[in-house]
């Protein structure tokens, strides 16, 4: 039986992705959501996060194919794990 100290806790984050051409959104475009995404994995990553999960947008403008950002995000990290969570089939 492991003790308590030999127990690993992984922790990660699910990120919706969401954007709008609105004067007050700071994701103004679909471009700033991606590079924003790219930025959360490697903030997540530096501050000791074990995993980076984005949500599929199928048929919007934003996250409408993951593996480009995946790829992007794959670029500037090097621990953390990545992948995709909720896909949304509209």
């Given at each position: 039986m492991q003790g308590v100290d030999s127990v690993?806790?992984?922790?990660?984050?699910?990120?919706?992705?969401?954007?709008?051409?609105?004067?007050?959104?700071?994701?103004?475009?679909?471009?700033?959501?991606?590079?924003?995404?790219?930025?959360?994995?490697?903030?997540?990553?530096?501050?000791?996060?074990?995993?980076a999960y984005f949500r599929v947008h199928h048929f919007a403008r934003q996250l409408a194919s993951p593996f480009p950002l995946l790829a992007a995000a794959a670029a500037r990290t090097s621990r953390i794990e990545l992948g995709t969570g909720v896909i949304d089939m509209r």
């Open positions: 690993v806790k992984k922790i990660g984050f699910l990120s919706f992705g969401h954007w709008t051409p609105h004067e007050q959104s700071m994701v103004r475009s679909a471009a700033d959501a991606l590079l924003q995404s790219v930025e959360l994995a490697v903030a997540a990553e530096e501050v000791g996060a074990d995993g």
